[in-house]
């Protein structure tokens, strides 16, 4: 159950309202923190145009919006928090091929039995849940051969090394500044490898994406992978 203690439901309210009303969608996917850096849809390996395509963690829909709106693809996106959904079809409910649900990522591969062509995780659900359970569940609702993309934030951002597949406490940083603590599966990419294997995936690339203006450390982690 989503209680309003979750930390996500503190990010959505206090997460500003970016307008009243339809918005166009973003002219670019963005998979980082910082606008126009690495790679866009190319991400996915193929083109995904009248491909079904699942986010898990869609927050306001942007990427989402972009992905059905300019690349035809027909997009189903979930988040756990209400809010969020309710925001995102204020922005985006005109847009044909959306498909926008309120509900937990775990519960929506589980409970469903739409098998799609793509699945991928902006900063969403991939990282906030055991990756052991979770790659199967998504294995089981992804065509074969056909990606998962997922961001995360980079692990060595913190200085820290992930040390083992258990999840370390990480944090999220609220619009107003204050932190909540939550796990967090911060993993570099051989152990993103590993698990992925053991899942049924097969890991094709990885990318390091920077903040332009710093450029030393990388703030995200952005991985292609392949059902096997
Ligand atoms: C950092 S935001 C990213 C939102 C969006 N992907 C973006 O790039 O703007 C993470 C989102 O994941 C959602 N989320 C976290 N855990 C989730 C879960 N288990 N199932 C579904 N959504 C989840 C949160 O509610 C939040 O909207």
Redesign the pocket.
């Known amino acids: 159950m989503i209680t309003l203690k979750s930390p996500?439901h503190a990010?959505?309210a206090q997460s500003p309202r970016e307008h009243d009303g339809p918005l166009s969608p973003p002219t670019r996917f963005e998979w980082g923190t910082h606008r126009q850096t690495g790679p866009g849809t190319e991400a996915f390996g193929r083109d995904l145009c009248r491909r079904t395509v699942l986010e898990?963690?869609?927050?306001?829909g942007?990427?989402a919006a972009h992905l059905a709106n300019q690349k035809g693809a027909h997009v189903t996106a979930?988040?756990?928090?209400d809010l969020?959904i309710r925001r995102a079809r204020n922005y985006y409910e005109h847009i044909s091929r959306l498909t926008l649900f309120t509900?937990?990522?775990?519960r929506f591969l589980r409970c469903g039995t739409d098998v799609y062509d793509a699945v991928y995780s902006?900063?969403?659900?991939v990282g906030?849940?055991d990756p052991a359970v979770l790659l199967p569940a998504i294995h089981a609702r992804l065509n074969r051969h056909r990606p998962l993309v997922f961001s995360v934030p980079h692990p060595v951002r913190t200085a820290r090394r992930s040390v083992s597949h258990l999840p370390q406490t990480g944090f999220l940083t609220l619009p107003d500044g204050t932190c909540r603590a939550l796990p967090r599966w911060e993993l570099d990419v051989p152990k993103w490898t590993a698990l992925l294997a053991r899942s049924g995936f097969r890991l094709c690339r990885s990318w390091e994406l920077h903040n332009p203006t710093k450029p030393g450390i990388p703030t995200t982690l952005l991985i292609s992978a392949r059902r096997l």
């Open positions: 996500w990010y959505a898990l963690g869609c927050g306001a942007h990427n979930v988040d756990m928090i969020q509900c937990d990522a775990m902006v900063f969403g659900a906030l849940i």
